[in-house]
């Protein structure tokens, strides 16, 4: 038996998305504790590593790109703006640009001037903290089929996400239209005169071509039973909607008294689980009286577990540090020097490229024929 | 299996029926074809088959439509779903998920079927259409012919004892539609499930079909089997036309009956007349070496093609065969990246899109999107101001291609070949010396067809250079002078239409089959006899 779980565990399959999102909000958590680059950029190397080794090659895998071209540009903004809006916090003094006088109503505000090196390498450690959770995320992205974390949800949302789904199908389809409909305006001489007109030419080809597929959708979503098993009891809907109003409003007092210190402590913890628990009711209710199966749902496996759990690891031993040694995980900007690495952080981030290694790699694409 | 008993249907608004006091009995098992007119009210027969018409069209039916004992005035049609499969005209637009796996088992999550049952019907439909290599890939990325199946297979896996198939194969080219066919007849005779289908190109299934029913257009429907329904129809598929000239008694319904019979009227005619040779004086479109490419994948791949005045060419070739991207590119909108084009010593890509038009015109595969305005009446002057021509040349055009569209209705409520003719009228209105038209005849009925055959002569004879881009075989045998065949974007064989079309089994008209490879058309033994 022992034997047989081994040799099934590494035969290549898709994980569960839900696994590859807490292991990517994990790092990206762990991100969100430091601004020390070398920490930084081993997130970044871990999280580039397990996408490399873990993906697909369906379209979303391959926006990966896509999302470190937009980290970069995070960290040349924030640079940019400290040099443009003054940043002569700080001794050290690397650069003097003339600086541009602005009248008075703009108090506070500073164009140009002196730049200082800490001020410059506070842009730099902030805008690589921001670009890392990003691209945490963007990793998630990569390595999750969106689509089928839409399909992971409970049955009593599944309605939500299949509108989600549909949308998300129409947007391709829209880009399709307006470029044929476009390349046809071509064929009539060109985009008739003035703005509207040339609007017009082209919204209503497309606005009715969407309508048409949407009506055809319906229709089809009707024959093949679409919400057939969506009559119920007027009480009892009218039972589970309230157990779900309730339950919002009891979870909405509860956050504001919890945030809120002056307002009284009763209505604080205690209100927010009575919420949590009416509007849980509520939502079971709502899910049990769906009559509806799912074809291959993604399971949770051991390897899920690993993943996920390696993602939670890191983040666990970053706050752990962090209540430690908080010194390194936040270089100083005051005196400047070369920011220092501890063994415990850096170990803990290196527990994030274990997915990489201890799950199953992804199922292969059939060949396109 | 399914009953019309005395069912009559009104849309809203409309006064006069679509249907009036239709009775029809279909058995379990039948394969049975609904032909008739575009606009006879085929769709709306199809759609009462499980409750969409009227509970998702609107409108007013009397009578009773029944499917296995169970009345559609009794449910929505989302309750028949375990008993009534309907597959469309356009696969991906009833497409809710994207992947084939999950679409083929989109319809039993909806029936709450347990997750063992799913898995192993998914299974069974993957091989029994054969689409086991297409399980994981994304809809989109089929071809036509391929989305059909899988649109057909996720239906089946719901087990319905009916199928209801409206023009499944109006959008394919004939080795696809081919394929969609004969799984539909395996389906029929391996697993006795009753099919229903619409088709506008019968001769392709008259073949496998037990009974006929015929919508002549006044509300009625004559029923029977495909020989007797035939002999009184006015639409017909050329190898009827043939029986009837012949005088074969009973019509034969494939090429293999009608060649047994054809062996004393293939004695009786003389030789073939030599075709006219094509392609004569000087041309009027020259182009060489043309190249278009998306990314990596090259849809022309250096063809040289020269067009002249009084023919029309045909342009025939498998779906994604570069056919429309080769005429986009000699029109000038289109990508070409490398080639030229010159007609009369003019590059269309080189002018602008106003003068390119009055050059070459092209009328695209939909062509409605051409046609953005409220009335007919609005279109044809926009035509006109766009053309530079007196208010009133289109409306001419159109009155001439076809006469009597009423100049207030909406460009969407014309039908099909109404619709054709207006795009064209608007084309045509910029007098440009060559015109292209890529895939006209979708979705066309004999009758249109048969219009626009005489639209395309009459333009080939006033000097005009015409293209016509499609996978018609029977409309390039009557309409075509020229014909080309494209694959993989090259020009893989280009000559005259008796010679192309006669000489390939997959290109060969229902005539040239049954009597000879000179022969193309009904017409043609007519005359020679």
Same mark, same amino acid.
Not at chain 1, 12 to 40: K, Y
Not at chain 2, 85 to 90: E, K, M, P, T
Not at chain 2, 154 to 183: F, G, I, K, N, R
């Given at each position: ?42 997130? #970044? ?79 730099? !450690? ?41 949308? =998300? ?37 497309? #606005? ?34 309230? #157990? ?21 402590? !009763? ?17 079971? =209710? ?53 920011? #220092?690495?501890?063994?415990?952080? =850096? ?23 | +299996? ?10 809203? %608004? ?103 049952? +799913? ?94 029913? $015929? ?15 035939? *002999? ?38 003389? %030789? ?9 004086? *000087? ?10 490419? $998306? ?27 570069? *056919? ?161 065949? +494209? ?25 040239? *089959? ?16």
């Amino acid at each position: 038996m022992r034997r047989r779980a081994y040799t099934t565990y590494f035969l290549p399959r898709d994980l569960h998305p839900a696994a590859w999102w807490v292991w990517a909000l994990g790092l990206a958590a762990a991100a969100s504790r430091t601004t020390n680059p070398w920490l930084l950029l081993t997130i #970044l190397a871990v999280a580039w590593y397990v996408v490399i080794a873990r993906r697909s090659d369906a379209p979303w895998a391959m926006a990966f790109r896509m999302y470190l071209y937009l980290g970069g540009f995070i960290i040349a903004m924030r640079v940019l703006f400290r040099l443009v809006f003054g940043g002569a916090e700080g001794a050290t003094i690397v650069l003097r640009l003339p600086e541009i006088p602005l009248p008075e109503w703009a108090a506070g505000i500073r164009l140009f001037g002196a730049v200082s090196a800490e001020s410059l390498l506070g842009g730099l !450690y902030d805008g690589l903290r921001l670009a890392t959770m990003l691209i945490c995320l963007g990793a998630a992205n990569a390595l999750a089929n969106p689509k089928r974390l839409l399909k992971a949800m409970p049955p009593a949302l599944y309605e939500i996400g299949t509108a989600v789904i549909v949308a =998300l199908s129409v947007f391709p389809q829209l880009a399709e239209s307006v470029l044929r409909v476009r390349q046809a305006r071509k064929l009539r001489g060109g985009l008739a005169r003035g703005r509207f007109k040339a609007l017009h030419a082209i919204v209503i080809p497309v #606005l009715e071509d969407a309508l048409d597929r949407s009506l055809r959708l319906a229709a089809s979503m009707d024959s093949r039973g679409y919400g057939r098993a969506g009559r119920v009891e007027a009480r009892a809907r009218a039972l589970t909607g309230l #157990l779900m109003i309730a339950g919002l409003l009891g979870v909405c007092v509860g956050v504001y008294a919890t945030l809120d210190g002056s307002t009284p402590r !009763y209505l604080a913890t205690p209100v927010l689980a009575g919420g949590l628990a009416v509007a849980l009711v509520g939502f079971r =209710l709502a899910g049990r009286r769906v009559h509806r199966t799912r074809y291959r749902p993604d399971r949770w496996h051991l390897a899920e577990v690993a993943a996920a759990g390696s993602g939670v690891a890191v983040a666990a031993v970053m706050f752990a540090t962090s209540s430690v040694d908080p010194t390194n995980l936040n270089p100083s900007l005051i005196n400047l020097s070369a920011p #220092l690495l501890s063994w415990p952080p =850096l170990a803990g981030v290196l527990l994030g490229v274990l997915p990489a290694l201890i799950t199953p790699p992804p199922a292969a694409e059939a060949v396109p024929a | +299996m399914i009953s019309f008993e005395r069912v009559s249907f009104w849309y809203r %608004d409309r006064t006069d029926p679509v249907l009036t006091d239709v009775s029809l009995e279909i058995g379990e098992g039948e394969f049975v074809l609904l032909t008739g007119r575009t606009g006879a009210g085929k769709s709306t027969l199809l759609g009462a088959v499980n409750g969409l018409v009227p509970h998702f069209t609107g409108g007013h039916l009397e009578g009773e439509v029944t499917v296995a004992g169970v009345t559609t005035r009794s449910r929505p049609p989302r309750e028949f779903a375990h008993l009534v499969g309907v597959v469309g005209q356009d696969p991906l637009a009833g497409f809710v998920t994207d992947v084939v796996e999950e679409e083929l088992a989109y319809g039993m999550e909806q029936l709450g079927l347990p997750p063992q049952v +799913m898995r192993r019907r998914v299974e069974e439909s993957l091989d029994l259409l054969g689409i086991a290599d297409l399980r994981r890939r994304a809809l989109r990325t089929l071809s036509g012919g391929q989305q059909q199946r899988v649109a057909i297979g996720a239906v089946l896996t719901m087990h319905p004892q009916v199928l209801v198939l409206d023009e499944p194969t109006s959008a394919l080219d004939p080795t696809a539609a081919e394929d969609v066919l004969a799984t539909l007849a395996r389906l029929v005779q391996d697993l006795g499930t009753t099919v229903f289908m619409a088709e506008h190109r019968m001769e392709r299934v008259i073949p496998f079909v037990d009974r006929m029913v $015929y919508l002549p257009g006044d509300g009625t429907a004559v029923d029977g089997a495909p020989p007797e329904v035939l *002999k009184d129809m006015p639409i017909t598929p050329p190898i009827v036309r043939l029986g009837r000239l012949a005088g074969w008694d009973p019509l034969p319904m494939s090429v293999r009956d009608a060649r047994r019979l054809a062996a004393p009227l293939r004695a009786a005619l003389p %030789d073939p007349p030599q075709p006219a040779p094509v392609a004569a004086g *000087k041309p009027a479109l020259t182009s060489a070496g043309v190249v278009v490419r $998306y990314g990596p994948t090259v849809a022309v791949r250096g063809v040289d093609l020269d067009l002249h005045p009084g023919t029309v060419t045909a342009v025939m070739g498998r779906n994604g065969s570069g *056919k429309s991207s080769l005429l986009w590119a000699v029109q000038g909108s289109g990508p070409r990246q490398g080639g030229t084009v010159t007609v009369g010593g003019v590059d269309p890509q080189k002018v602008s899109s106003a003068q390119a038009r009055r050059i070459v015109g092209l009328v695209p595969q939909t062509a409605s999107d051409l046609l953005y305005l409220e009335t007919v009446a609005d279109e044809c002057t926009a035509a006109d101001d766009e053309s530079g021509n007196p208010r009133g040349a289109c409306r001419d055009l159109l009155d001439w291609l076809a006469p009597g569209i009423p100049a207030e209705v909406h460009p969407r409520d014309l039908s099909e070949g109404q619709r054709l003719a207006l795009v064209l009228a608007v084309q045509l209105s910029a007098t440009p010396r060559i015109m292209l038209l890529d895939e006209p005849t979708r979705g066309l009925d004999y009758t249109a067809k048969e219009a626009l055959a005489r639209t395309v002569a009459v333009l080939a004879r006033e000097g005009h250079a015409v293209v016509v881009a499609t996978h018609d075989v029977e409309f390039v045998a009557t309409a075509a002078d020229r014909v080309i065949v +494209m694959a993989e974007g090259e020009i893989v064989s280009d000559g005259p239409a008796v010679e192309v079309l006669g000489g390939s089994p997959a290109f060969a008209p229902q005539v040239a *089959k049954i009597i000879g490879p000179r022969w193309l058309t009904v017409e043609a033994v007519e005359a020679a006899r």
